[in-house]
């Protein structure tokens, strides 16, 4: 979250993109609440979490190939993601990010952008 006296959108000369991605939303969530709060406790400037739209598969199952062939169950996966920003980070936000212990439902990547 940006405060006021936080550099404007063009001021900054890196950022740090983080890409959040589970099928857990509630584990999403702490996750994301634990990166801002680190964040903002290193000294750094976040914008986000953002969310992103779900990506849902749903699936068609036959229930019973020889008698009923018109009867399916029908099952739903739902992909939550949220990005995050850090504008400007030094090198002891790095190394805080690094120390943090994501759980295994969760997949998060990382990229510097210039």
């Known amino acids: 979250m940006l ?6 959108v063009k001021d900054y000369k890196v950022k740090v993109r983080i890409r959040l991605s ?4 509630f ?5 994301s609440g634990d990166i801002v709060g680190a964040i903002t406790g290193a000294g750094g ?14 699936f068609d199952l036959l229930k019973s190939p020889f008698v009923h062939k018109n009867h399916f169950d029908q099952y739903e996966i739902s992909l939550h993601r949220r990005i995050m920003d850090i504008i400007d ?3 002891n936000i790095l190394n805080t990010l690094q120390k943090l212990d994501i759980p295994a439902g969760v997949i998060a990547d990382m990229k510097v952008i210039n």
């Open 45 to 58: 400037y976040i914008k986000g979490p953002i969310p992103l739209p779900v990506i849902r598969k749903r």
């Open 22 to 25: 589970s099928y857990d939303h």
């Open 27 to 31: 584990l999403l969530d702490r996750v």
């Open 89 to 91: 980070p030094s090198q």
């Open 3 to 8: 405060k006021k006296n936080s550099p404007k």
